[in-house]
């Protein structure tokens, strides 16, 4: 099992920005891909980016595409999500998710609240 730290969530204006991490541990060596989802109120969890662990390729939703950018540090075991130029509408408590593939995600953090203000 592949264990998952979120932070770096929190309260800041529409256009602001805000950098979550996530930091693995556990059996590292099995994951694939990192990925990063949110879930706003009254909404399904919907997919936001992933990143390939070894290659580093990188997907991301519609909505976050020119705004948000994932990376990744090997030796920390810690993927990243720099969000740019925030919206109301990206308000949601987003999660961390680790899998053996980019269309498996297994294990799950325990999610960071992200409000953006109007």
């Known amino acids: 099992q592949v264990q998952l730290v979120e932070s770096g969530g929190g309260l800041v204006q529409a256009g602001g920005s805000l950098r979550l991490a996530c930091a693995a541990s556990?059996?590292?060596?099995?994951?694939?891909?990192m990925g990063w989802f949110r879930r706003a109120p009254e909404k399904e969890r919907e997919f936001v980016a992933d990143i390939t662990w070894s290659l580093g390729s990188s997907r991301y939703a519609d909505s976050v595409k020119g705004r948000f950018t994932i990376s990744r540090d090997n030796a920390k075991n810690t993927v990243y999500l720099q969000m740019n130029s925030l919206k109301p509408e990206d308000t949601a408590v987003y999660y961390c998710?680790?899998?053996?593939?980019?269309?498996?995600?297994?294990?799950w953090g325990q999610g960071t609240q992200v409000t953006v203000s109007s």
């Open positions: 556990g059996r590292t060596w099995s994951t694939y891909a």
């Open positions: 998710a680790a899998g053996p593939s980019t269309a498996q995600y297994t294990s």
